[in-house]
């Protein structure tokens, strides 16, 4: 598996054993990860920090240099919020580990030039659902329903 | 002029004074404030904290009910970022200070179905002129440039 898909997932376990829904996130610049999170909704009471914002977050102020070469992968499709941040940053790649247990704006994404692989990763979507059938409205506040 | 504009600016001035972006929000429900917040960049090295997603950060975990029945405010018309995350929360209503500085993407967020008020205030245009001509590259880092 790509290693830094294998982080994330990584990352969304840590998110599970701390009680928190498990999605996970790299940023990846070159052939290095310079920040990882997960989401933190359960964690810090937080309303922002899904997972890739919160990975964002750890990564700091970068430059717009760094970001226009960076990927970011997710082990879940990203959601309008986590989307528009990419947006904001330029971030050319996202790498999606599963889109089965809930789709952002990809085609949205797509259209402002982004470049989206979907891996479709049994382990991540496996994470979802246990944790979906388990606490369904933890994950239905996570994405705003 | 509309009291929950006045507090966004109020943020956005309480922002300036600790040396970070004069941008300011607050979160409305019905006829009370219930976020408000500014834009941390700088105050908290945060990549993630524009004044929307601080604010929201500060209203804490609400329920999607509340998050539908809410107005967004924001002196500056908010990014991908910031408009993302109220598209994932379903904020209906989003009044803008101005965005005569910057323009985030409005066409979008009206096309999926958020109602967008623009003041053009004269005051939320030249707090961020007058921060922009002296912080250029705080700026620009700001917006992803």
């Not at 904001?88 to 704006?105: A, D, H, K, M």
């Given at each position: 598996?790509?290693?830094?898909?294998?982080?994330?997932?990584?990352?969304a376990?840590?998110?599970?054993?701390?009680?928190?829904?498990?999605?996970?996130?790299?940023?990846?610049?070159?052939?290095?990860?310079?920040?990882?999170?997960?989401?933190?909704?359960?964690?810090?009471?937080?309303?922002?920090?899904?997972?890739?914002?919160?990975?964002?977050?750890?990564?700091?102020?970068?430059?717009?240099?760094?970001?226009?070469?960076?990927?970011?992968?997710?082990?879940?499709?990203?959601?309008d919020?986590?989307?528009?941040?990419?947006?904001?940053?330029?971030?050319?790649?996202?790498?999606?580990?599963?889109?089965?247990?809930?789709?952002?704006?990809?085609?949205?994404?797509?259209?402002?030039?982004?470049?989206?692989?979907?891996?479709?990763?049994?382990?991540?979507?496996?994470?979802?659902?246990?944790?979906?059938?388990?606490h369904?409205?933890?994950?239905?506040?996570?994405?705003?329903?």
């Amino acid at each position: 598996m790509d290693p830094f898909l294998q982080a994330a997932i990584e990352e969304a376990r840590a998110g599970l054993a701390e009680g928190g829904i498990p999605i996970g996130s790299v940023l990846v610049l070159g052939d290095k990860i310079i920040g990882r999170g997960h989401n933190r909704r359960v964690q810090k009471g937080s309303a922002i920090l899904h997972a890739e914002m919160d990975c964002l977050e750890n990564a700091g102020r970068l430059t717009a240099n760094d970001y226009r070469q960076s990927t970011l992968y997710s082990t879940l499709s990203p959601c309008d919020m986590c989307s528009g941040t990419a947006l904001l940053y330029g971030i050319p790649r996202i790498v999606i580990g599963e889109n089965r247990t809930f789709q952002g704006p990809e085609e949205y994404v797509r259209s402002r030039g982004v470049e989206l692989t979907l891996v479709d990763d049994p382990t991540c979507v496996e994470l979802m659902k246990q944790f979906i059938a388990a606490h369904p409205e933890l994950w239905n506040e996570d994405i705003g329903k």
